[in-house]
């Protein structure tokens, strides 16, 4: 386990080697979470040069209790620069889809797939689905909470959730479907 | 059960990295930071003192201030005029006044004013201002009974032993004494010492610098042969030559004595070296071209600094201690050694003062006790004179310095300067116990000496 505090007391100190070896500790596992809500390597860059920048910037104000909470300020404060990134680039990503589809009881086994695939998929989302997935999966959050944040309706959040599964379901079983074809699907799924 | 798809998806996620990270993302990010301000960076503020002395400070001072109020409040008891101040000012405003606090300390908020004053006619002359005040005093607007008597009973309770309190009845009138005493630190210098020997006729012994007589040479001139006569050319003062001041006698003793006295009896200068003369130095000859064999001994007066902390007893005793701490400087010399030497004792002085007499603004005391010191550091700075004329300088610690020990007495003279501070001057007459003389000091060698000091005294309290 890592201790932080050493390194966030230097980063505090605005020492430039603290900061850069924090960097190198935590760059990885943020960009794997950055990954899951943008694709796009250039875009991944930039979402995560504005993170970086921000904890830096703003590491003065952190005040560390525990261990992981550091990771877990970091990993927030990614999450929202991408939402605002994507809030921001793609505005058609949140199609507010009035259908009442029954929310979809059925579990999405991953145990037989490896991480890799499983963020593989994900990132073949379209964005929207991948946005109402993300937040309600790893970020924890209600769909009202999701409705809240991006600006729909608890119902099509909870719709947006089930068409993601169904789909990520069919990418980890198909294994075939690009994200091209993923947005076909979505359209064929919207009529 | 729902739920656990998402469980067992964010669990698989757990500490998830990606293998492929941005290129140039860090060189991108230092951009940003040196275009952007130091936000993040908290600049600590210089502290003037360092953590350490800043500590010490506090902590020197809050054990100063507790001294003080330790101090205080162990002898706050003693002034049962505060205590009757504090309780007559819960009966009345018309007791909160100086001069009746003093009064109810006699007891007169019981009594009726007329009785007071017809039966204070024998008491102090101290407390004649009170009677004055007193009689202009009237309880017009006097608290309640009850809270006269709770006031009496309070001055009743405080005063058990010390003060002769009255009776309700009793036209008595309680003998309020002189002004009681008051704790004091004290802080003095003493350092005009005056040995009791000065009325011995005996030798004395004088520091003088090696070879301080002009005729002897300080070292062998290698032109000038070395005579067989070892005696140095010394002109004859009779031959009106002779060097002022007489001269000395170099020998000591033999076949080379210098004749002895043929009638000249007048001519004080011919004589013996081993009868030395009062006054002079003595000087033990060794020959000619060398140094001359000298042995000296002088003690330095030691100087006394001193915090002295006086609790009173009574009325006129007190007890006095403290810490004094006092340096011996002493020089030696023999032969081509010069040795000086240096003690530092501190020493606790363990004494009963009593005041004699004293009027508003001065004091007459005396007091007297011993002084035990403990040495606390010595050394000697030797210097040896080596052949060929240069020297040779050593410094060596001086262990086992023996425990000191003196008894003491002394009359003082005190007078106010400001309300709470008071200067003293103290002369002591003070007896060195000996103890030892492993070192020799001036107080080895002088056990009797008058010592003169002076010194400020800050009354705690009111």
Same mark, same amino acid.
């Given at each position: ?128 689905? @991948? ?55 979505? @359209?064929?799924?919207?009529? | 059960?729902?739920?656990?798809? %998402? ?12 293998? #492929? ?65 504090? !309780? ?59 809270? %006269?008597?709770?006031?009496? *009973? ?6 058990? $032993? ?20 008051? &704790? ?20 004395? /012994?004088?520091?003088?610098?090696? !070879?301080? !007589? ?8 290698? #032109? ?10 010394? &002109?004859?003062? #009779? ?26 009896? *007048? ?36 100087? /006394? ?10 009325? $006129? ?7 004094? /701490? ?18 530092? /004792?501190? !020493? ?14 001065? #004091? ?37 310095? &023996? ?34 003389? %492993? ?5 080895? *060698? ?15 309290? %009111?």
């Amino acid at each position: 386990m890592i201790d932080y505090r050493l390194i966030i007391d230097q980063v505090k100190s605005g020492n430039r080697r603290a900061m850069q070896q924090l960097y190198s500790l935590t760059i990885r596992y943020l960009t794997a979470v950055c990954q899951r809500y943008i694709v796009g390597e250039d875009d991944v860059k930039d979402v995560l040069q504005e993170s970086y920048v921000k904890i830096f910037m703003n590491i003065g104000t952190f005040q560390q209790r525990e261990e992981a909470t550091v990771l877990s300020w970091m990993t927030r404060i990614v999450v929202n620069e991408s939402l605002m990134f994507i809030r921001q680039k793609e505005h058609y990503a949140f199609i507010d889809i009035n259908d009442e589809l029954p929310d979809c009881e059925e579990e999405l086994e991953v145990e037989e797939f490896s991480a890799d695939d499983i963020l593989k998929a994900i990132m073949q989302l379209p964005t929207g689905y @991948r946005t109402v997935f993300n937040l309600y999966v790893f970020e924890d959050k209600s769909h009202r909470e999701i409705a809240q944040i991006l600006g729909i309706g608890e119902s099509s959040s909870a719709s947006q959730l089930n068409r993601a599964k169904k789909m990520i379901r069919s990418i980890l079983y198909n294994n075939k479907i690009s994200y091209a074809d993923g947005r076909e699907m979505e @359209r064929k799924l919207a009529e | 059960m729902a739920e656990k798809w %998402k469980e067992n998806l964010r669990s698989k996620f757990d500490g998830y990295e990606s293998a #492929d990270i941005p290129d140039g993302l860090w060189i991108g990010i230092e951009s940003r930071l040196d275009a952007a301000e130091p936000v993040a960076q908290s600049t600590k503020p210089k502290r003037a003192f360092s953590l350490v002395w800043s500590r010490s400070a506090v902590a020197v001072i809050l054990l100063m201030v507790a001294l003080n109020c330790g101090m205080m409040r162990c002898f706050y008891t003693y002034f049962e005029g505060e205590t009757d101040a504090k !309780n007559v000012s819960l009966a009345s405003d018309n007791l909160l006044n100086v001069e009746v606090r003093r009064a109810s300390r006699a007891r007169v908020a019981e009594i009726g004013r007329a009785e007071i004053i017809s039966n204070t006619a024998e008491d102090e002359d101290s407390v004649s201002a009170e009677k004055t005040e007193v009689k202009s005093v009237t309880v017009s607007s006097a608290p309640s009974q009850e809270k %006269k008597d709770s006031v009496v *009973e309070n001055n009743v309770r405080s005063e058990k $032993k010390k003060v002769w309190y009255v009776s309700k009845n009793s036209a008595n009138i309680s003998k309020t004494k002189k002004a009681k005493q008051k &704790p004091s630190v004290s802080m003095f210098v003493s350092g005009i010492t005056v040995d009791t020997d000065f009325l011995d006729s005996g030798d004395y /012994y004088a520091t003088a610098p090696c !070879n301080s !007589n002009p005729d002897i040479p300080d070292k062998p001139n290698p #032109d000038i042969p070395k005579p067989d006569n070892p005696i140095p050319d010394i &002109p004859n003062p #009779d031959d009106g030559s002779g060097y002022p001041g007489g001269w000395v006698d170099l020998f000591d003793g033999g076949e080379d004595d210098p004749p002895s006295d043929d009638g000249d009896s *007048e001519n004080s200068d011919t004589r013996s070296a081993r009868t030395p003369i009062p006054g002079k130095p003595k000087i033990d000859g060794s020959g000619y071209g060398n140094t001359v064999e000298k042995e000296y001994e002088e003690h330095s007066r030691p100087i /006394y600094f001193g915090l002295e902390v006086a609790f009173p007893l009574d009325d $006129k005793w007190s007890f006095q201690t403290g810490l004094v /701490y006092s340096e011996l400087c002493s020089t030696f010399d023999k032969g081509a050694v010069h040795t000086d030497q240096t003690i530092s /004792y501190l !020493n606790v002085p363990l004494k009963v003062g009593v005041n004699l007499a004293g009027g508003k603004k001065w #004091d007459i005391y005396a007091s007297g006790g011993m002084m035990l010191g403990v040495g606390v550091s010595g050394k000697a700075e030797i210097q040896k004179r080596l052949p060929n004329y240069s020297f040779e300088r050593t410094t060596q610690r001086l262990d086992g310095i &023996p425990v000191a020990a003196s008894l003491v007495a002394s009359p003082g003279f005190e007078f106010r300067l400001f309300r709470s501070l008071n200067a003293y001057v103290e002369p002591s007459l003070m007896y060195n116990i000996p103890t030892g003389r %492993k070192y020799r000091t001036f107080n080895t *060698e002088n056990p009797f000496v008058l010592n003169f000091g002076l010194g400020l005294r800050y009354k705690i309290g %009111k």
